[in-house]
């Protein structure tokens, strides 16, 4: 694995090593040793699966509230997506920037998305699955999000939106929580 800081955030790309021969491929997606070396403290407790039928569908932007801020590590392991993260910690220095990249089995990249990030992606293809592994597992009390298309932060989708499901079309704008 090679880790790719994204900007100066605290973000990483992790490009993984694919051994082929003739029966096909192997890849290794978590190493705790390699991401310690890497200075990433990342303990995955809970793993989690999204299957996208459509393409141009949007998922995001979804983060998970402190006390329990969750870190994670995105992978799409069919189709191909577009992955979008944006650091709102208060303080942090890189808040409101907007990071992205492309996502799919034959990038064969992960994206390490730190505690204190949104997160969102757009399929682009159909029949996309993406896998998350889980620094904290979910709190639904603390679940939370902002809209996909707001100004303040000018994510800039690829394609045109085909699907949004109605709770991310209903999260509010980053500048009407106050706090932002």
Not at 139 to 152: C, I
């Amino acid at each position: 694995m090679r880790f790719v800081q994204l900007g100066r955030s605290d973000a990483r790309l992790i490009e993984l090593t694919v051994r082929s021969d003739e029966r096909g491929s192997f890849t290794r997606t978590w190493c705790a040793r390699t991401f310690t070396e890497a200075g990433i403290d990342f303990d995955p407790v809970q793993g989690n699966s999204s299957v996208t039928r459509l393409r141009g569908s949007v998922r995001g932007m979804h983060f998970q509230r402190a006390p329990q801020a969750d870190a994670k590590i995105v992978r799409c392991s069919a189709g191909l997506i577009h992955d979008v993260i944006v650091d709102i910690r208060p303080g942090s220095p890189t808040r409101g920037e907007v990071y992205a990249c492309e996502l799919g089995p034959s990038t064969a990249r992960m994206l390490y998305v730190p505690a204190g990030f949104a997160h969102g992606f757009q399929t682009l293809t159909d029949d996309v699955t993406v896998e998350y592994l889980m620094g904290t597992a979910y709190v639904e009390e603390l679940s939370d999000g902002f809209r996909h298309d707001d100004p303040s932060i000018g994510i800039k989708w690829p394609e045109t939106v085909t699907v949004l499901s109605a709770k991310d079309a209903a999260w509010p704008l980053l500048a009407e929580r106050g706090s932002w």
